[in-house]
């Protein structure tokens, strides 16, 4: 194949009409649609003794008003996403609870009016009478169980998991240098700037609905949706339009709105459309990270680990719908690039009466990386290394690859890395930046991470040529942001010979492509570039097929070169591929652009394989061979791909202010092979700053009520530019030996180890331990006074 | 008012905000809501040539001015504005919620400082959020427009 478009820094082909404002989100889908609110649960956990819609109800303007006895599906509870066998007690909520409700913002009645307005003085008239119950915040309350989030839930323990490699406890035993060590991470929100908004309408004389989803899982919607009001999935179409953000919680199956929508369009016979406000977002969408570790580190006196041994707790929140996914990422990766010979992990999925937790960008790894590199700084602390040094002497070899982990992976298999350098992104990284910036209350802080990205179970494409010799292809998942209708038209225009502005891509739309997972856990480039890969390679070869006989040479001497089929070394002998989507299906009647050529007056003989019979010159379409220049292919990788890369900064921090500066930044990544470098820089750079924000800035505050105290952009810090740093960044390739075009996910990277980078330099700043995250300004205040 | 040059009747709801006066009464859809409590600046729009937040205003606040959203700067069919083809040229946008209303804080801040400095980029996108691109190509975007602007 030609490498022409792949690696060059193609400007996105997406951007035009999102900058003139003609982009397509949910809510800018209008078609009269009726409008919807929420009644949520302001208390964290009670019981429901009385709902009253009455008032609600008669309301002018009030279309209907909807709680569990109204609905068909009031008792079900919702899907489970993922179910493991070590998810014991998994528990999901239901559409709209009636009975107990277990966080703050638990939808009870849902209103559908002309207008939001209306909607919104409605749900004020919804009476709900609660009877509060003990409210369990914080995993550490959790775990000591003195009150239960679920009655049947002993311990508020959803499920337990250890694993072990080697012998932890005799190699602790013998090892010359113990520690014990304790950390903490809290929960933030990913907060995309467009909070989630679902259309539907019900066509009743097609029988079909029609979903519009800010969802990053569209297919999914669709199957599930199938099956809960018995259609054919033929007759259920999602669309993910455009979609301003995503960053994990957008994937869901299902939450309360993605079922009622669709249930009122059905019920009332009009498009219905609900849009989230900000302040709902904040309780009502998936969050992440609360996590509490107990680390007991063994090594020896050049700082060489022997063992280590973690025991954790993760606050999985009020239901576990996306199962324990979180805590098993994490249990995976906490080694990260770093030899453990003895390694134990034991984690424990804790209920708590807050908003239920599914993965957020970086998902289960910055608590991991914050882990693992708080205690390498630990022990050269301790044996008064340079951290670098301690490091280095701890990485995985590059002669090591597959390295096998040993542990349990979110796809079922056991975590083995398929390649990477880690020493050298080290290096790289420590000469990137420098020499120590001159002053007082500064401190460097670095962190290497390695990220499983790429998981299956698989995606597809559809790849076709038109008479006009333009490409559409289409793939299940949708974008929120990441350049896929760029970078999959850079890997289907190498393989077809075309310009890139000649392939449009459809993506997130299931009347274009039904089948397919999601966008999640950085896999879109592995799973559906691959698909894309594919599928353009089956029609690249069915063009040479029909070229050939056309040309009568042999398919094998033909190349795609600037929108032609041509023999190789011979430019002069070719056919346009616009003229090979012609003969590729044989027609009847022309109907303009080029089709002549195709009918059955004028199109060749074709020498396909003889029919039964007398001799023929063969059927206009050879047997075997299907009409159209297109194909449909899929990928389904074997394996995650292992991405990896190191962090490195110098921080200010002011001694009277606890203002934090950064004075640098630099990152050295490793995703594989790069397929757009412009969309790749993007990716790290709101990477770094999310985890910035992550690390600093966002720390959700849940009161000891289970009320969260920041509900808003005011207090809950996202940062501005004047936050964050400039980043220099540099890349290494390692390619993955899984896929064809050799790719890993990049999606995450930028957040992983921005917390133990920020943590560390912090630490050294400020001669203060750092065991936690997030931080803030007050908080440095209270660690400094002890 | 005015809106993107041309005079549109006044709302009758008292109540509508101006961010959902123009989406949903006139049909632009450019400006988004990303919080609707004025922190986010995804409804930036310009009322008679300055930056605002069209979430914290009633419709009817905005009777007798002229209001410019992101679809007034480049009409269908013509270039872009200078701002919209550096934010292109630097791809300053990924999902492009929030690029509405950072487009308009630019052309507000570029009325005001036609070549600012790094600080001023800085405090002039400061009233913007954006969860995708980490400001730095943002940044760029500025300078380039400043090119393109000569």
Request: charged share 20%.
């Amino acid at each position: 194949m030609t490498t022409r478009w792949f690696g060059a820094p193609v400007q996105r082909v997406e951007d035009d009409r999102l900058l003139r404002g003609h982009g397509r989100f949910t809510d800018d889908i209008g078609e009269g649609a009726l409008e919807c609110c929420f009644v949520r649960s302001p208390h964290a956990h009670a019981r429901i003794t009385s709902i009253d819609v009455a008032a609600a109800r008669e309301l002018p303007g009030v279309v209907a008003v909807y709680t569990a006895a109204d609905l068909p599906f009031g008792d079900v509870d919702l899907p489970l996403l993922i179910p493991h066998p070590n998810l014991t007690h998994g528990r999901t909520q239901r559409c709209l609870a009636s009975e107990v409700v277990r966080y703050a913002g638990e939808a009870v009645a849902f209103v559908v009016a002309d207008s939001r307005y209306v909607a919104e003085d409605a749900a004020d008239l919804v009476q709900v009478e609660y009877e509060p119950l003990p409210v369990v915040i914080t995993p550490e309350v959790a775990a000591a169980a003195e009150h239960l989030v679920h009655e049947d839930v002993p311990g508020n323990v959803a499920a337990e998991m250890i694993q072990e490699t080697g012998d932890v406890d005799d190699a602790l035993a013998q090892a010359p240098r113990r520690k014990k060590l304790h950390f903490r991470y809290e929960r933030g929100a990913s907060s995309p700037m467009e909070a989630r908004a679902v259309w539907a309408r019900w066509n009743e004389a097609e029988r079909k609905l029609t979903v519009f989803d800010s969802t990053q899982s569209p297919t999914s919607i669709r199957g599930g949706l199938a099956v809960l009001f018995g259609l054919p999935e033929s007759h259920v179409e999602v669309i993910a339009p455009d979609v301003g953000g995503g960053f994990g919680p957008k994937i869901m199956l299902f939450y309360p709105d993605e079922l009622l929508v669709p249930f009122a369009a059905m019920q009332l016979g009009r498009p219905v459309k609900w849009t989230e406000d900000r302040q709902e977002s904040f309780t009502a969408v998936n969050q992440e990270r609360g996590q509490v570790h107990e680390v007991e580190v063994g090594f020896d006196g050049e700082g060489k680990l022997l063992a280590l041994s973690d025991d954790f707790i993760h606050d999985g929140g009020a239901y576990t719908p996306y199962g324990l996914i979180l805590p098993i990422i994490t249990a995976a990766q906490i080694p990260g690039p770093y030899r453990i010979p003895n390694y134990r992990v034991r984690f424990r999925d804790m209920y708590t009466n807050a908003t239920p937790t599914s993965p957020y960008r970086g998902a289960g790894r910055p608590h991991a990386c914050f882990v693992m590199e708080r205690t390498l700084d630990a022990i050269a602390s301790e044996l008064s290394l340079d951290r670098v040094e301690v490091r280095r002497r701890n990485l995985i070899q590059p002669d090591a690859f597959p390295y096998n982990l040993g542990v349990a992976w979110q796809d079922g298999n056991t975590v083995v890395y398929d390649s990477g350098d880690y020493p050298e992104l080290l290096d790289r990284a420590v000469k990137m930046l420098g020499p120590s910036p001159e002053g007082d209350h500064v401190g460097m802080g670095l962190a290497i991470y390695v990220e499983g990205t790429g998981v299956g179970p698989y995606e597809g494409a559809h790849v076709q040529v038109l008479v006009s010799g333009k490409v559409v292809a289409a793939t299940g998942i949708p974008s929120q942001g990441q350049a896929h209708a760029t970078v999959w038209a850079q890997i289907v225009a190498d393989e077809l010979g075309v310009d890139v502005a000649d392939v449009e891509i459809s993506s997130g739309d299931t009347r274009r492509f039904p089948w397919g997972v999601g966008t999640f856990a950085s896999r879109g480039a592995v799973t559906a570039g691959n698909a894309m890969h594919v599928a353009a390679g089956m029609v690249a070869d069915k063009a040479k097929r029909i070229a050939a006989d056309h040309l009568e040479v042999d398919p094998a001497d033909l190349e795609l070169v600037d929108g032609q089929v041509r023999v190789k070394g011979s430019p002069d002998r070719g056919i346009p591929l616009a003229a090979v989507a012609v003969l590729s299906n044989p027609v009847r009647y022309a109907f303009g652009g080029g089709t002549e050529a195709a009918t059955q007056f004028t199109s060749r003989p074709r020498p396909g394989p003889p029919l039964p019979g007398p001799a023929l010159p063969g059927p206009p379409l050879p047997v075997g061979e299907q009409p159209g220049l297109e194909a449909t292919g899929y990928f389904s990788p074997p394996g995650s791909t292992w991405a990896s890369g190191c962090h490195a900064a110098y921080v200010r921090v002011d001694p009277q202010t606890f203002r934090l500066e950064i004075l640098k930044y630099v990152v050295v990544h490793d995703c594989g092979r790069v397929i757009n470098p412009l969309v790749l820089q993007g990716q790290i750079e709101g990477g770094v700053a999310q985890g910035i924000g992550g690390a600093f800035y966002e720390r959700l505050a849940y009161d000891a009520d289970g009320q969260l105290r920041n509900a808003s952009f005011m207090e809950f810090l996202v940062p501005y530019a004047t936050e964050i740093p400039p980043i220099e960044i540099d890349h290494i390739e390692t390619p993955s030996p899984l896929n064809p075009l050799g790719v890993k996910g990049a999606g995450e990277a930028g957040v992983i180890p921005v917390g133990a980078v920020i943590g560390s330099a912090i630490a050294e700043a400020l001669g203060v331990p750092i065991t936690e995250m997030p931080l803030s300004p007050l908080r440095l205040f209270e660690l400094s006074k002890g | 008012m005015k809106v993107n040059g041309v005079e549109h009747p006044a709302p009758t709801d008292a109540r509508r905000l101006l961010s959902d006066h123009l989406r949903h009464d006139l049909g632009l859809t450019g400006t988004h809501v990303g919080c609707e409590h004025g922190v986010c600046g995804c409804c930036t729009v310009l009322l008679d040539g300055a930056p605002i937040r069209s979430c914290l205003m009633l419709a009817v606040q905005a009777e007798g001015h002229e209001v410019t959203t992101i679809e007034g700067l480049a009409r269908d069919g013509e270039p872009l504005h200078p701002v919209q083809q550096a934010f292109h040229e630097c791809h300053a946008l990924q999902c492009g919620f929030c690029t509405p209303g950072f487009v308009m804080s630019v052309v507000g801040l570029l009325a005001q400082h036609a070549k600012p400095s790094a600080q001023e980029i800085d405090e002039g996108i400061a009233g913007n959020l954006c969860r995708c691109t980490g400001y730095a190509s943002i940044r760029r975007a500025v300078d380039r427009a400043v090119e393109l602007q000569k």
